[in-house]
Structure formats: structure tokens, C-alpha cells
């Protein structure tokens, strides 16, 4: 028999072990006969011959075993027996099967859930061809370090005469007012999020459309052609995915746009944290998508436009970077007036990005890790416990597996055996976590916040996750299964076969592995208590500090009445009369309009010139600022320190004013009266604008910042035409929503509101990050804190069930409850002790790390080194005094008879 036969001829058998059992009987039977038939020949009786026979021929169970190990099926026969031997074991304790299943599919599908953000988050590239090509391109003032977007011209000289892309893009959001024709031939407005995108956008993305076609060269010029984009979901969503989408007409903005193509499945623009965009736009189309940007498509030295470019084949970052300093050296000779101190800075883009100054990596990559540190913590906490759980059943099963040893049973039979035991165990646990994985869905929606457009992170479960989340499964599986595999096959075979399996137990090697093992359960989930505790104060500290305004009775509305085409006349016009109408309800209080607003999605900073301002290179001082109306300060609950508020006689043609924060009045004129200050607006030449009012300082951005300042100019003279309508109500400011809405459409029906909201409620969205950390650490500290306690549990339970005799004994010599108390609570609380112990240095590293994201609270907070241990402390009597308490009670003759 040739190889090949042979192997053919062993997968057969294994395969089909049915049929090799049959032939090898077979053969058992011919050669018998046939020996029996020659000694019947030589004269022998049948009996003798076929006795003789099988004498000469020997053991037949050692021949089908060394025929089956021949054909390769042993390990196949051992495997279906050690699957069975398994399942009548998760038969008889089902209990233990559900505990174990339970415990390890949340700790597996935490991880994938925790996994699945971190990829969404920072790992998951672009529908693109070749993500890792891609990057942003910004540009970084060498005098103050400012880093800004690109002009048009300068993006157009990067992307025809730089040579150091492939391919250049730009891309500027802009929101959307979308009327898409029904079938009753109404219009039914909407606001969404898009972008005005250069014609080449998609070309350099190296996409391809799910339907239609993308833009064209034609589209680039200003004015050029009325079409539109729209992504995979806006199609799926508000065409019901329509086929014949391509020719399909919609209104944006007041003008009909033709639909040409559909974005890919999964393309949600490029910005990681920015609103997800549902449709893009030629940005030759600005004059009519955005009025009033008549200056879109020029300007040197910064702008607007976010441009990204793909690297040229066999061309690094490093090499793109240096070529387009290069470029930008050549930009800053012949344009001294706009780039001479500009520099080129590239930032990778194959999983989207964000204005550098805008986002800050440290702190994402710092939240990922913490995320994935707590989650891979409380899987080894779960392995931990399983392990020692399984240590516990391969002591009460010593006995029998020393029976085992001493009639031949291989150590490495024994160990796959147990693995074997510990997979089946794994299994429902392995479900219960893809389960799980399902939930981040739910969880997303919990955890991101609801801003004025649609934002999310997509997280999926897509290949990347799954495989990591097999991969931990694995691991956990080998991690709490192995260990007491290997130490349940170094038995002593000759005192466990004759005795009784405490002589296993007692002051032996497992025990000191399983103390270990409670004491680094309880040494972990110190860290994450620690870490939980230490957010959720911040969180609370974060509620509890002043904002400067009061959130309570308070109502938003956003609208834009640029998008519709107004003018300035006629919007301020309109504004007047949403102000008039909005106070004429009944059930508020005050009423005003103002952009940004505390906690909006945008920020706005204007540049004022002081002259001998300290710390400033030029004199000027750039100030987060909002436009506002009168009566704003007293709509949003401001309080006003000094001087007025605006007045309706704040109007273009009167005096420039202005109402100034605290810090800013600090900062700008330091030991001097606030009021009646002049500032310049926009440089040294601007016009100057005089100071009327002095308000507390507000939060507007992020709680936890210090006071940077605020100040706050009249609309009247400051035309914004995007606003925000703030409304103190006298009741539920949820309910006043929709009567907000009504006045808007009353005053203009085809204007849509968007941003309807509560001031409390957007307060809270600002609270997201701490409220995720907070959440997420708290869930990993208790759900740590209680396996820890039943893993001490377990071992106290183990050790009154292996010392019951000891007991029985001490008990009739006349030791006391108290005594037989004391004993055993006593391992339990020297465990807890050192675990806590080790938990506290590592609990403080911990919070050193994760400082920065904490809120008013310092990392070393006492009240949470204090509480912890006091909680820990708590928890391990508890775990340590119910079994031990079973000590107590036992009946000293009863427990020596048992014996």
C-alpha cells in the first residue's frame, strides 16, 4: 500500500470509525478460524483448537488497540468519550454549567463590545481603496503654533503644483435644509447635515457608488451643475432605496439639486467626530447652498476648507510631509502677505479625521486603553474565578482521579480530558457573549450623545471584532481550564487512592495556587473599584459645579434663516417677530436668541485688539463669543454683575457694545473698572466697541475647563443668520417645544427648526464623556467586586467542607463558636488584606493615569481611597462569615462519624 492509500485509507477510518470496526472483527475472526482449522487438522477437537487458537493469537483488546492507534481513530474514539463524559458532567451540575456559562459570556462579550468601540473608534479604516494612503493636510502657523484649515487658492496650488499627492480633495460642511417631494406632491422639509465637496472628492477616495455616478470635472466651477450625492442610509431612509434614485429631483436649500449617485454602504464622511453627513454637493454650488459665502473659492493663508490627499505609490508620510513643506516655503516667498509663516502638517486619515486643534488623540487613545484595560481586567477576574472553581471540583474528584493514574491513565490523557470538560463548560458561555455582542447597538445609543445632526460611531460587529472576540474566548478557555488541568494530574497517587481527598487539600501546593488566585481577584478589582469610584464622584462633582447660568425651565430651538434666502433686513425682521410672538405665550418667562449657546455644537471665537495687552505678541486677544439678542441674559438665567443688557436701541446705527464674563474682563483690563473699556474689533484698524455690561462667568463648552471668558455682542448689530431660540419657561420646557416649533412655521412654513431640546438635557450631552467613563468604570468595578466575592466565597466554603473533621475535633475538645469562627473567617480576612493591599498601589498608578479625565476631583480623592476599602472590607466578611457560620453549627459527633 502506497502512501497516499494509506493516508486515504486512515481517513476512512476515521471518518466512517464504523466500518474499520466491522473489518477489524472481520480479521479478528478469519485468522482465528484459521488458526483453529490447522490445529483441528493436526488432530486437536474443535474445543481444545479454538481455545488453543486464541491462547496463540492473545488479548484481543490489546490488539484492537494497537490497530486502532494503527489507523489514527484513538483520538477520535477518546474525544467523543471525554464529550460525553463532559456533558453527563454539565448534566449533573447544572447550577455550576449556568454559573460558569453566565459569568465567562459577559466577561467574553464585554471585551467584544469595549473592542467594537475602540475599533469604531480608532482602528476601523474608511470604505476606501488603500486607507492608509490617505491624509489631511492643515496648516500650522510657525509664529503661535495655530494650526487652521486651507484656503481655496492655496488648496488649488497644493493639488496642481505641490507634486507631492497623488491626488488632493476638500471638503466644507454645511446643513442642509432637505425637501424632498412626496407622493402627494407636498414638500416636507428637513435639516441634515452635509458637505460642499470638490469635484475630485470621491475620485481620491477611490470609491466607487453603490448606484449613479459621483461628480465630474465639469462640476468643479462655480455654479456649474445642480447635483447631489447621497449616502447609503439617507437613500435606504428617506427613499425607501429607491432603484431609480438617479434623476430624482430634491430641494436644498430653496434650489433643486438632481440626485447622480449613491455613496457607498458604510461611508459616512471622513470627519471621526463630526456629524455624519447625508448628502455631499459640488462646492461650485456654494453661492446657492450657502448665501453669503461669496468668498468660498478664494483666499490664501487659511479658510475653510478641510482638504485631504492620497500619497504618491512608494511615497511615506514622512516623504509627503517634507514635499509639501517644501511647497509651502515656495507658497510663503510668493504670498509673504498671507502664508509667510505658514508650514504644511499632514495628520493620517485612512480611519477619518479632525481639526487637530479640535480633537486631542491623547485623550481618545488614554479612553480606549482605560476601556480596554478594565474590560481585559475583568476577564482575567472571571478566569481567575473559574479556575479556582475548578481547582475546587478536581479536589472533590482527587480520589478518583488517582484511581485513574494508578491503572495507567496517561497524564497528558488526564489533562485533555479536563481541557475537554472546560471547552464543553465554554461553550454556552461563547454564545451567551456573541449574544452580547449584539448590545452595542443599544449601548451606542446610551452612551453617544444626541447633538443637533446625526453623529454616531457604527460599531458594528464586523470581522476585525469578531476575530478578537474568538481569539479572547480562546484564551479564557485555555487560561482557566489549563491551570487546574495541570495541577489536578500531579495527584499522589498511593495516599489519595486509599484515603480520603482533604489529604490533597490541606497546607498543600493547590491551596496556596487558589489563595492566589482570590488575592489577585481581589487585588484587581481594588484597581477598578478605585477607577469607578473616582468617576462617578467626578461626575457628580461635575453636576454640582456652577455653570454660571440656570439650566433649569429652560428650552431650545435652532433654525437658520440664511438657508432659506433671507437677507439681513429681513431676517433681523424676522427675528423681531419670533421674539414678540414666542413672549406673547402664555407660560413664559423670557425669551431671547443666541449663537452658540451653552453646550452647542459649535464654538466662535472673534479676535479684539487691546493694544498693552500682557502676553500677547500683537495686542490682539481671541475671545469665544456669542451673538445674541436682548433679553438673552435673562432668558438663560445669566447673571448680570454690572452695567445693562442689550436693548433693542443696539442697532447698527448706534454706538458698538458689548457685554463681557468676568475672566475676560480680568484678562483684558486687569485692576480697572470693566465699564465704559474700549476694545478694537478685528486688528489695530477695526472699530472700536465700547463695554456695557459685566455677567458671571458661564460654562459653554466643556465643564471642566477653567473660565477662559465669554463675551456676548447684539445681533442688531452683529447679524448672525443662524440662531438659537432660548425660552425660560414656566413649566415643562418639553412640552413648550412644540409650540416654539409652531411659531417658527407660522412665520415661515418651509423653515425648518432643528436642535429642539432642553437646556438640561444639552447640559447633560456635555456630560457624556464623564457619564460613559463613569458608567462603564462603575459596571467593571462592582461586577469585579462581586466575583471576587463569591471566588472568596468559594474558597471558604472549600476550606470548612475539607476541615470538617479538624472542626469536629476542635469543637470536642471544647473550642468555642466564637473560636471555630475566628479560625476560619480569619484566612478569608488575611486574603482580603493583601489583596487589598496590592489592589491600593495599583489602584493609585492607575488614577494618576487617568487623571485628565476627571472633573473638579483630585486622583488621589480620600474619599475614595477611604470608601473602597471600607466596601472591600464590607464585602469580604460577608463572603468569608456565611460559610464560615456553617462551621459553627456543626455537630462535632455528627462531623467525626462522617469521617
Not at 423 to 445: D, F, K, Y
Not at 737 to 765: C, H, I, M, Q, Y
Request: charged share 20%.
Amino acid at each position: 500500500m502506497s502512501r497516499v492509500q494509506g493516508l486515504i485509507a486512515r481517513l476512512r477510518a476515521v471518518l466512517r470509525p464504523s466500518d474499520a470496526e466491522g473489518r477489524m472483527e472481520e480479521e479478528f475472526s478469519f485468522h482465528l478460524e484459521m488458526e483453529q482449522a490447522r490445529l483441528v487438522r493436526e488432530g486437536l477437537p474443535p474445543e481444545i483448537a479454538r481455545r488453543q487458537a486464541q491462547l496463540t493469537f492473545g488479548g484481543l483488546d490489546a490488539h484492537r488497540e494497537t490497530m486502532r492507534d494503527e489507523r489514527g481513530a484513538r483520538w477520535l474514539d477518546d474525544l467523543g468519550a471525554d464529550l460525553r463524559y463532559a456533558l453527563r458532567a454539565m448534566r449533573r451540575s447544572p447550577g455550576y454549567a449556568l454559573a460558569v456559562a453566565l459569568t465567562l459570556g459577559v466577561g467574553i462579550g464585554v471585551n467584544g463590545i469595549v473592542v467594537g468601540y475602540v475599533n469604531a473608534l480608532l482602528f476601523r479604516p474608511i470604505p476606501a481603496r488603500a486607507p492608509e494612503q490617505l491624509v489631511a493636510l492643515f496648516q500650522r502657523d510657525t509664529r503661535t503654533g495655530r494650526i487652521g484649515e486651507i484656503g481655496y487658492e492655496d488648496y488649488l496650488d497644493y493639488r496642481e503644483r505641490s507634486g507631492a499627492f497623488a491626488g488632493l480633495a476638500g471638503m466644507s460642511g454645511v446643513p442642509l435644509n432637505v425637501a424632498i417631494p412626496g407622493a402627494s406632491g407636498s414638500l416636507a422639509g428637513d435639516m441634515v447635515w452635509g458637505e460642499m465637496v470638490t469635484e475630485n472628492y470621491f475620485t481620491v477616495l477611490g470609491m466607487a457608488p453603490a448606484a449613479g455616478r459621483f461628480f465630474q470635472g465639469a462640476d468643479a466651477h462655480q455654479g456649474a451643475n445642480p447635483f447631489v450625492v447621497v449616502s447609503y442610509d439617507c437613500w435606504r431612509r428617506r427613499f425607501q432605496a429607491d432603484r431609480n434614485i438617479v434623476g430624482r429631483v430634491v430641494r436644498l436649500n430653496g434650489t433643486e439639486f438632481t440626485i447622480t449617485g449613491v455613496a457607498p454602504r458604510g461611508f459616512r464622511g471622513l470627519r471621526m467626530f463630526g456629524f455624519w453627513p447625508e448628502m455631499w454637493v459640488p462646492i461650485g454650488m456654494h453661492a446657492v447652498i450657502e448665501p453669503g459665502s461669496a468668498g468660498k473659492l478664494e483666499g490664501r493663508g487659511g479658510g475653510d476648507l478641510m482638504v485631504f490627499g492620497r500619497m504618491k505609490p512608494g511615497a511615506d508620510r514622512a516623504k509627503t510631509r517634507a514635499a509639501a513643506e517644501v511647497f509651502a516655503r515656495q507658497l510663503a516667498g510668493s504670498y509673504p502677505a498671507t502664508n509667510a509663516d505658514l508650514t504644511a502638517m499632514l495628520v493620517p486619515a485612512g480611519v477619518g479625521f479632525d481639526h487637530p486643534a479640535y480633537v486631542k488623540p491623547s485623550v481618545l487613545v488614554l479612553s480606549s486603553a482605560l476601556g480596554l484595560f478594565g474590560s481585559l481586567v475583568i476577564l482575567a477576574i472571571i478566569c481567575a474565578n473559574l479556575a479556582n472553581l475548578q481547582l475546587a471540583r478536581a479536589a472533590a474528584r482527587a480520589r478518583e482521579t488517582a484511581i485513574r493514574l494508578s491503572l495507567g491513565c496517561s497524564r497528558a490523557r488526564l489533562i485533555r480530558q479536563l481541557l475537554v470538560e472546560s471547552s464543553v463548560l465554554a461553550l454556552p458561555g461563547c454564545a451567551i457573549a456573541l449574544a452580547l455582542l449584539q448590545a452595542n447597538r443599544v449601548t451606542e445609543r446610551y452612551l453617544v450623545p444626541k447633538l443637533q445632526f446625526e453623529v454616531g460611531l457604527a460599531t458594528s460587529t464586523d470581522a476585525r471584532v469578531l476575530l478578537f472576540t474568538v481569539v479572547v474566548a480562546v484564551l479564557a478557555v485555555g487560561l482557566f481550564g489549563l491551570v487546574p488541568a495541570l495541577r489536578a494530574s500531579r495527584v499522589n497517587v498511593v495516599p489519595l487512592a486509599a484515603s480520603a481527598e482533604t489529604a490533597w487539600w490541606s497546607g498543600g501546593r493547590p491551596t496556596r495556587l487558589r489563595r492566589s488566585l482570590v488575592v489577585t481577584q481581589l487585588a484587581l478589582s481594588v484597581v477598578l473599584l478605585v477607577g469607578g469610584m473616582l468617576f462617578v464622584r467626578s461626575l457628580v462633582a461635575a453636576r454640582a459645579m456652577d455653570l454660571g447660568f440656570d439650566a433649569r425651565d429652560r428650552a431650545l430651538v435652532s433654525f437658520n434663516v440664511g438657508l432659506q434666502g433671507y437677507d439681513e433686513r429681513r431676517g433681523q425682521a424676522f427675528y423681531d417677530a419670533v421674539l414678540a410672538r414666542v413672549r406673547a405665550l402664555p407660560g413664559i418667562a423670557a425669551a431671547g436668541l443666541a449663537r452658540p449657546v451653552p453646550f452647542d455644537s459649535y464654538g466662535q471665537t472673534t479676535a479684539w485688539y487691546i493694544g498693552d495687552l500682557a502676553n500677547s505678541r500683537d495686542g490682539t486677544a481671541r475671545i469665544n463669543t456669542s451673538v445674541t439678542s436682548d433679553g438673552f441674559i435673562a432668558a438663560l438665567g445669566l447673571r448680570l454683575a454690572d452695567g445693562r443688557d442689550f436693548t433693542p436701541g443696539d442697532s447698527a446705527n448706534a454706538p458698538l457694545v458689548m457685554i463681557v464674563g468676568r475672566s475676560v474682563a480680568t484678562r483684558l483690563w486687569p485692576g480697572r473698572i470693566p465699564l465704559g473699556q474700549q476694545v478694537r474689533y478685528a486688528g489695530a484698524e477695526g472699530p472700536q466697541v465700547t463695554v456695557v455690561g459685566v455677567v458671571d462667568d458661564a460654562k459653554f463648552a466643556v465643564i471642566g475647563d477653567a473660565p477662559g471668558g465669554h463675551l456676548y455682542l447684539p445681533v442688531r448689530q452683529h447679524y448672525r443668520d443662524w440662531q438659537t431660540l432660548v425660552v425660560h419657561t414656566r413649566g415643562d420646557p418639553a412640552a413648550m417645544l412644540l409650540r416654539l416649533e409652531g411659531v417658527l412655521a407660522s412665520l415661515d412654513p418651509a423653515l425648518p427648526a432643528f436642535g429642539k431640546t432642553t437646556l438640561e438635557e444639552a447640559v447633560a450631552n456635555g456630560l457624556s464623556t464623564s457619564r460613559t467613563a463613569a458608567t462603564i468604570a462603575g459596571f467593571f468595578g462592582v461586577l469585579a467586586l462581586l466575583i471576587a466575592s463569591v471566588g472568596l466565597y468559594a474558597l471558604v466554603a472549600g476550606a470548612v467542607a475539607e476541615r470538617t473533621r479538624e472542626i469536629g475535633v476542635r469543637l470536642a475538645l471544647g473550642c468555642t463558636p466564637v473560636g471555630v469562627l475566628r479560625l476560619m473567617m480569619g484566612e478569608g480576612a488575611r486574603l482580603g488584606v493583601i489583596g487589598l493591599g496590592i489592589g491600593l498601589v495599583g489602584a493609585f498608578g492607575v488614577a494618576r493615569a487617568m487623571g485628565g479625565l476627571l472633573y473638579g476631583l483630585s486622583p488621589s480623592d480620600p474619599v475614595t481611597f477611604v470608601l473602597v476599602p471600607l466596601t472591600l472590607g464590607v464585602v469580604v466578611l460577608f463572603a468569608t462569615y456565611v460559610p464560615a457560620r456553617r462551621a459553627v453549627r456543626l455537630d462535632p459527633v455528627a462531623a467525626l462519624r462522617s469521617e
